[in-house]
């Protein structure tokens, strides 16, 4: 039996931080996604520790604040591109307003950081929630085009092979034939 979960990684990474900071005996505050401000300092081998058990769950504790701001660029437009909401703003005004920078610092900072652009970081999140609502199958393709904010679903599609090499169409098939191919029910009926 297969299981198809959606998680949110905000929450999940808040639950991880929360739990860690409590084992730790930390006493700490949230002020945003991924910044927490500790009433009291570690010393060097309490940090050490607590920086290699987040690292176990995937979590870095950044020491850089440009660094901290790039990964806030990227938590910015994870969280405008797998909303659940249709956001009617460009990507460019949403992250100026949420990080209270100028775009152009932003785009900079992001391209010297990432070694990408923020708009390349931003089709490559599209198109990886695109294969989601894809294999998810509940949606169209003008459907998923319209809830990622394309244009037009010759749009998605263009960008969508220029990525991955293949149409929307060609993956749904792919990963149909490979849903098929994979499925227990199938190999038992086979045996």
Do not use: W
């Amino acid at each position: 039996m297969k299981l198809y979960v959606k998680f949110d990684i905000n929450t999940l990474c808040r639950k991880v931080l929360d739990q860690q900071l409590r084992e730790h005996g930390l006493r700490y505050r949230f002020l945003s996604f991924g910044e927490v401000e500790l009433y009291e300092s570690l010393n060097h081998d309490q940090h050490v520790i607590f920086r290699n058990k987040l690292a176990d769950y995937g979590i870095e504790v950044i020491e850089n604040q440009k660094t901290a701001l790039v990964q806030k660029i990227k938590d910015a437009i994870v969280q405008l591109v797998f909303s659940d909401e249709i956001i009617p703003v460009k990507a460019s005004v949403y992250l100026a307003e949420k990080l209270n920078h100028s775009y152009g610092y932003l785009s900079n900072l992001f391209s010297e950081i990432a070694c990408t652009s923020i708009e390349n970081f931003i089709i490559l999140q599209k198109i990886e929630y695109a294969k989601e609502l894809i294999v998810g199958g509940r949606q169209n393709l003008t459907e998923i085009a319209r809830k990622l904010n394309y244009s037009s679903v010759a749009h998605l599609s263009s960008q969508f092979k220029n990525t991955t090499g293949l149409t929307p169409s060609q993956f749904q098939k792919i990963m149909a034939k490979r849903k098929r191919l994979y499925n227990p029910l199938n190999h038992k009926m086979q045996s």
